[in-house]
Protein backbone atom coordinates (compact mmCIF):
# COMPACT_ATOMS: atom_id res chain seq x y z
CA UNK A 1 0.00 0.00 0.00
CA UNK A 2 1.40 3.21 -0.69
CA UNK A 3 0.19 5.00 2.09
CA UNK A 4 -2.80 4.59 5.64
CA UNK A 5 -6.43 4.50 4.27
CA UNK A 6 -7.91 8.52 3.67
CA UNK A 7 -10.99 9.19 5.65
CA UNK A 8 -13.52 10.94 3.16
CA UNK A 9 -16.25 12.56 4.63
CA UNK A 10 -19.99 13.16 3.08
CA UNK A 11 -22.20 16.23 4.31
CA UNK A 12 -26.16 17.30 3.29
CA UNK A 13 -25.22 20.17 1.39
CA UNK A 14 -22.98 21.63 4.60
CA UNK A 15 -19.17 20.50 3.21
CA UNK A 16 -18.09 23.71 2.51
CA UNK A 17 -18.86 24.97 5.74
CA UNK A 18 -17.26 21.84 7.44
CA UNK A 19 -14.07 22.34 5.51
CA UNK A 20 -14.72 26.52 6.66
CA UNK A 21 -14.62 25.00 10.24
CA UNK A 22 -12.01 22.48 10.22
CA UNK A 23 -9.58 25.17 8.39
CA UNK A 24 -10.21 27.46 11.90
CA UNK A 25 -9.76 24.07 14.06
CA UNK A 26 -6.70 22.87 12.25
CA UNK A 27 -5.38 25.90 10.99
CA UNK A 28 -5.05 24.11 7.60
CA UNK A 29 -6.05 24.38 4.20
CA UNK A 30 -8.48 23.41 1.77
CA UNK A 31 -7.18 21.29 -1.46
CA UNK A 32 -8.60 21.16 -5.11
CA UNK A 33 -12.62 22.06 -4.23
CA UNK A 34 -14.52 21.88 -7.28
CA UNK A 35 -18.30 21.99 -7.18
CA UNK A 36 -20.84 20.47 -9.54
CA UNK A 37 -21.83 23.58 -11.31
CA UNK A 38 -18.13 23.25 -12.48
CA UNK A 39 -18.00 19.75 -13.06
CA UNK A 40 -17.80 19.10 -16.75
CA UNK A 41 -20.95 17.06 -17.02
CA UNK A 42 -24.62 18.19 -16.30
CA UNK A 43 -25.88 17.98 -12.87
CA UNK A 44 -29.25 19.56 -11.85
CA UNK A 45 -28.82 22.98 -10.90
CA UNK A 46 -29.47 23.06 -7.22
CA UNK A 47 -26.49 20.81 -7.02
CA UNK A 48 -24.18 23.55 -8.66
CA UNK A 49 -22.57 25.54 -5.45
CA UNK A 50 -22.38 21.79 -3.95
CA UNK A 51 -19.00 20.85 -3.18
CA UNK A 52 -18.17 17.87 -5.39
CA UNK A 53 -14.77 16.98 -4.21
CA UNK A 54 -12.52 18.60 -2.12
CA UNK A 55 -9.23 17.97 0.33
CA UNK A 56 -7.65 19.33 3.64
CA UNK A 57 -4.38 18.95 4.36
CA UNK A 58 -2.78 20.11 8.00
CA UNK A 59 0.87 18.62 8.07
CA UNK A 60 0.13 15.03 8.07
CA UNK A 61 -3.34 15.44 8.41
CA UNK A 62 -5.23 14.77 5.07
CA UNK A 63 -9.11 14.08 4.49
CA UNK A 64 -11.36 14.58 1.68
CA UNK A 65 -14.87 15.67 1.33
CA UNK A 66 -17.87 16.03 -0.53
CA UNK A 67 -21.68 16.74 -0.47
CA UNK A 68 -24.01 14.52 -1.19
CA UNK A 69 -26.19 13.98 -4.43
CA UNK A 70 -29.41 15.50 -4.68
CA UNK A 71 -31.21 12.22 -3.72
CA UNK A 72 -28.72 10.83 -1.55
CA UNK A 73 -28.86 11.43 2.66
CA UNK A 74 -26.25 11.25 4.63
CA UNK A 75 -26.96 9.74 8.02
CA UNK A 76 -24.35 10.51 10.49
CA UNK A 77 -23.02 7.43 12.30
CA UNK A 78 -21.21 6.90 15.55
CA UNK A 79 -19.17 4.02 14.20
CA UNK A 80 -16.36 5.65 13.67
CA UNK A 81 -13.64 8.17 15.35
CA UNK A 82 -11.18 10.08 13.69
CA UNK A 83 -7.64 9.48 16.04
CA UNK A 84 -5.22 12.50 15.89
CA UNK A 85 -2.02 11.98 17.87
CA UNK A 86 -0.85 14.95 19.03
CA UNK A 87 3.10 15.87 19.36
CA UNK A 88 2.31 18.29 22.70
CA UNK A 89 0.44 19.04 25.56
CA UNK A 90 -0.01 22.58 23.67
CA UNK A 91 -1.20 20.75 20.57
CA UNK A 92 -3.86 18.53 21.87
CA UNK A 93 -5.37 21.84 24.50
CA UNK A 94 -5.67 23.99 21.49
CA UNK A 95 -7.11 21.26 19.35
CA UNK A 96 -9.35 20.03 22.23
CA UNK A 97 -10.56 24.09 22.90
CA UNK A 98 -11.23 24.46 18.99
CA UNK A 99 -13.67 21.51 18.78
CA UNK A 100 -15.64 21.24 22.16
CA UNK A 101 -16.15 24.74 20.59
CA UNK A 102 -19.82 24.50 19.06
CA UNK A 103 -19.32 20.69 19.36
CA UNK A 104 -19.94 17.98 22.34
CA UNK A 105 -17.57 16.48 25.02
CA UNK A 106 -17.83 12.96 24.79
CA UNK A 107 -14.71 12.96 26.92
CA UNK A 108 -12.62 15.80 28.66
CA UNK A 109 -9.24 16.16 28.26
CA UNK A 110 -7.57 14.24 31.00
CA UNK A 111 -4.44 11.86 31.78
CA UNK A 112 -4.92 7.79 31.13
CA UNK A 113 -3.63 5.25 32.54
CA UNK A 114 -2.11 4.27 29.49
CA UNK A 115 0.22 7.23 30.14
CA UNK A 116 -1.17 9.63 27.53
CA UNK A 117 -3.34 13.34 27.92
CA UNK A 118 -6.78 11.92 25.77
CA UNK A 119 -9.81 13.69 25.01
CA UNK A 120 -12.79 12.69 22.76
CA UNK A 121 -15.21 15.65 20.84
CA UNK A 122 -17.56 14.82 18.37
CA UNK A 123 -17.97 18.50 16.21
CA UNK A 124 -20.61 20.16 14.95
CA UNK A 125 -21.06 17.89 11.96
CA UNK A 126 -20.97 14.85 13.77
CA UNK A 127 -17.37 13.52 13.28
CA UNK A 128 -15.82 12.15 16.00
CA UNK A 129 -12.10 13.27 16.84
CA UNK A 130 -10.19 11.08 19.61
CA UNK A 131 -7.35 13.55 20.84
CA UNK A 132 -4.38 11.64 22.11
CA UNK A 133 -1.22 12.81 23.44
CA UNK A 134 1.45 10.43 24.77
CA UNK A 135 3.82 11.86 27.44
CA UNK A 136 7.50 11.01 27.24
CA UNK A 137 8.74 8.38 29.67
Known sequence: MKHQATPYFTFNGNAREAMD??????????LNLQTF???DFETPKEMDERVMHAQFRKDA????????????SVQTGNNIALVLECESA???????DRLK??????MELQDTFWGATY???????????????????
Request: aromatic fraction near 20%.
Open 21 to 30: YYKQVFHGEI
Open 61 to 72: LFFMVSDSFTEQ
Open 119 to 137: AKVKDPYGITWDLNYTKEQ
Open 101 to 106: DGGNVV
Open 37 to 39: GEA
Open 90 to 96: DEIQTYY
